[in-house]
């Protein structure tokens, strides 16, 4: 490690470094605040855009994209890799995997074998999810947590919890209905009860009751699996011992791509602060506001305080496959232990933070709007907190945005990881009363370059990068000092590893 001292700060190192060994609260308290300050001045907006150029020429340099599974998302990778390398962090690159292609080769089998015979009509009563692995299974069917008859509007939780697999017999062919939760965590969690196959049916309100064919985007399960007419799986529910012949004929091609990790050599690590971006871009575009924009404000604000004796340990996060499920964020979390997870007192999110019609959203922790999902874990309001104070020192205005697990938090709220972060806006509108506050245009769309071509350099508002620039340095340096707000995380229950997803 090269322990040279960024210039200009050696005298307030040199004050930080000293009161550790001492640390007392009210010197804690101090650090925090010396630290942002310093930290803030040393991350800059105009250094920011230079890695925001460097992704856009990657981008140019490799047909307009950096998505997952593109020479453009490695080179991205390795841009971001080296820079932190030659700052001086230990990067790990984390493997991590995606569908590369999915074929199927034949229709798919659905027949009740006892206690009596009777074939479904396969891609018409049936259809295989995209992308199922292979399978072919014979097993009793198992109904998970059904609501029969089904309620006059959506209800089911069918399979959407963990604890609905309770007393569900491993190697049996799990039976779901369609509800409010995605598909993916439904067949995620009919994974990890140990299903040989799944079976998911139409919720059976009007309008909810065909089969068709759908890319749910997860495999992970490793059983085959299919989408059913409501009477299917209505038929299935009501007989009792119902064994089935499960076939399904693919073929499953994944590609692995990486996350980059980067911790700082310094700080406790029983106690560590993630702060993340998702590095990979939507295959349409070359992705620069979404997420360049948090994944070079993160890059700068790690290489500015590299040598930073700090308390926390501080890890960055560069996440693959956002865009196409959470994956890399999502295997990520999978991947560590309990005790790996409890060492993670937090977890920052930087998903958008420059649209060019901005507003300054902070993720709802403590679901004080009170709309769509609910608070996060403990801590997460103490995050949303804190993040406000900072705009508040400023006079800017702030606004809550759900906090719904729709980016790379949320398999870390997932497993009770407190998260919170900024998001700047995405396809949605931007409200009258929100331009009164920020500026820019009522009626039109906070990016509307979000997911396009177009989501180039020129799509970045540098006043809202520079203003967000400051606030992630800001709360990292505040966090790699002082975790006082954040309870204690207790051991984990070994509590649900849904992943949670769009797709209902
Ligand atoms: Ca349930
Ligand atoms: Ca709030
Ligand atoms: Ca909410
Ligand atoms: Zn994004």
Redesign the pocket.
């Known amino acids: 490690m090269r322990v040279s001292i960024i210039k200009g700060v050696t005298a307030v190192v040199a004050a930080l470094a000293l009161p550790l060994a001492v640390s007392s609260p009210a010197q804690a308290r101090g650090l925090d605040d010396s630290f942002a300050r310093l930290l803030m001045k040393e991350v800059t907006g105009a250094n920011v855009q230079k890695h925001l150029a460097a992704l856009q020429g990657i981008a140019d340099a490799n047909s307009g994209t950096r998505a997952a599974g593109t020479p453009g998302y490695a080179a991205s990778r390795d841009y971001v890799a080296g820079k932190l390398r030659k700052a001086g962090y230990k990067v790990t690159l984390n493997p991590i995997n995606f569908v590369e292609s999915w074929t199927e080769n034949s229709p798919p089998t659905l027949e009740l074998t006892a206690p009596s015979q009777k074939t479904y009509a396969p891609n018409e009563d049936f259809h295989t999810f995209e992308p199922s692995p292979a399978g072919d299974v014979t097993a009793q069917v198992q109904g998970v947590d059904l609501t029969l008859p089904p309620t006059p509007t959506p209800t089911s939780t069918s399979g959407c919890e963990a604890s609905d697999f309770n007393g569900f017999v491993a190697g049996r062919i799990a039976l779901i209905q369609r509800g409010t939760c995605a598909f993916a965590t439904k067949i995620r969690n009919a994974g990890f009860a140990g299903a040989s196959g799944i079976i998911v049916f139409n919720e059976g309100q009007p309008g909810r009751t065909d089969a068709f064919p759908l890319n749910i985007g997860e495999w992970r399960a490793g059983v085959p699996m299919v989408f059913a007419d409501f009477a299917v799986g209505n038929e299935l529910a009501s007989t009792p011992g119902a064994t089935v012949h499960l076939k399904v004929d693919a073929t499953l091609n994944l590609g692995t791509d990486h996350n980059v990790i980067a911790e700082t050599r310094l700080g406790d690590p029983r106690n560590v602060v993630m702060v993340g971006a998702?590095l990979d871009s939507v295959t349409a575009g070359p992705g620069i506001n979404?997420?360049g924009s948090g994944t070079a404000t993160i890059l700068e604000t790690a290489l500015r305080m590299a040598h930073y004796p700090v308390r926390n340990k501080v890890r960055f996060g560069f996440w693959a496959a956002?865009?196409i499920g959470l994956l890399g964020s999502d295997q990520y979390v999978e991947s560590l232990t309990d005790a790996q997870r409890d060492r993670i007192r937090l977890y920052l999110n930087f998903?958008?933070v420059a649209s060019p019609n901005y507003a300054y959203k902070l993720y709802d922790g403590d679901d004080s709007d009170a709309t769509g999902s609910p608070a996060g874990p403990p801590g997460s309001a103490q995050i949303e907190k804190q993040l406000e104070a900072f705009y508040d020192a400023r006079g800017l205005g702030h606004v809550g945005t759900d906090f719904d697990g729709r980016?790379d938090y949320g398999p870390f709220i997932t497993v009770g990881i407190p998260s919170g972060g900024i998001f700047t806006g995405a396809e949605g509108i931007k409200t009258a009363q929100e331009a009164a506050v920020f500026g820019g245009t009522a009626g039109a769309p906070y990016d509307a370059c979000y997911h396009q071509a177009c989501d180039t350099t020129a799509n970045i508002n540098a006043t809202a990068l520079d203003v967000n620039v400051d606030a992630i340095a800001d709360s990292t340096a505040r966090f790699a000092f002082n975790l006082r707000s954040i309870p204690e995380r207790a051991a984990t229950t070994g509590a649900s590893r849904v992943a949670l997803r769009t797709a209902s």
């Open positions: 998702h979404d997420n956002e865009e998903d958008m980016s």
